[in-house]
């Protein structure tokens, strides 16, 4: 199986970045502890990180051609107004998606309470810290 995680701006600085609200952990240990994730469940998982909107549509809408089973997606701040990334999502209907977030996104500031990106996806996970991404992975390879 071929899964894809898509990570919006700002997620490359984790571990710099407000490290109350995303932890300590740096974004090297996330493509580690990813990787290591697609080798226990023997699947192959491809991250793409992109601080640019243009770049993550471009990347969904590959997806739906490039052999891509199932997606698993922060849209980061992108979350909140992308009508573009959500509608990219809603093209790819042959594939399950999962939105994650890093945070409590219900218990932080009110304009990071609402998704627009979630209404296309199958899932949504919020509030798990690193461990949302793995949880996003189960979630596809069940389905």
Same mark, same amino acid.
């Given at each position: 199986?071929?899964?894809?995680?898509?990570?919006?701006?700002?997620?490359?600085?984790?571990?710099?970045?407000?490290?109350?609200?995303?932890?300590?952990?740096?974004?090297?240990?996330?493509?580690?502890?990813?990787?290591?994730?697609?080798? /226990? =469940?023997?699947?192959?998982?491809? !991250?793409?990180?992109?601080?640019?909107?243009?770049? &993550?549509?471009?990347?969904?809408? *590959?997806?739906?051609?490039?052999?891509?089973e199932g997606i698993i997606?922060?849209?980061?701040?992108?979350?909140?107004?992308?009508?573009?990334?959500?509608?990219?999502?809603?093209?790819?209907?042959?594939?399950?998606?999962?939105?994650?977030?890093?945070?409590?996104?219900?218990?932080? /500031? =009110?304009?990071r309470r609402h998704s !627009?990106?979630?209404?296309?996806?199958?899932?949504? &996970?919020?509030g798990q810290g690193l *461990?949302?991404?793995?949880?996003?992975?189960?979630?596809?390879?069940?389905?």
């Open positions: 199986m071929k899964l894809l995680v898509i990570n919006g701006p700002n997620i490359n600085f984790l571990g710099i970045r407000e490290k109350n609200v995303y932890g300590a952990q740096n974004y090297e240990y996330l493509l580690q502890m990813i990787a290591k994730k697609g080798e /226990e =469940e023997h699947c192959r998982i491809e !991250v793409f990180q992109s601080n640019h909107e243009g770049a &993550i549509i471009d990347r969904i809408q *590959d997806a739906y051609s490039d052999g891509t997606i922060n849209p980061g701040a992108y979350t909140h107004y992308s009508y573009a990334i959500m509608d990219a999502l809603g093209s790819v209907t042959t594939m399950p998606k999962v939105e994650i977030h890093i945070s409590d996104i219900t218990k932080r /500031e =009110e304009f !627009v990106t979630a209404a296309a996806c199958d899932k949504q &996970i919020y *461990d949302g991404y793995l949880q996003a992975i189960d979630f596809i390879l069940k389905k």
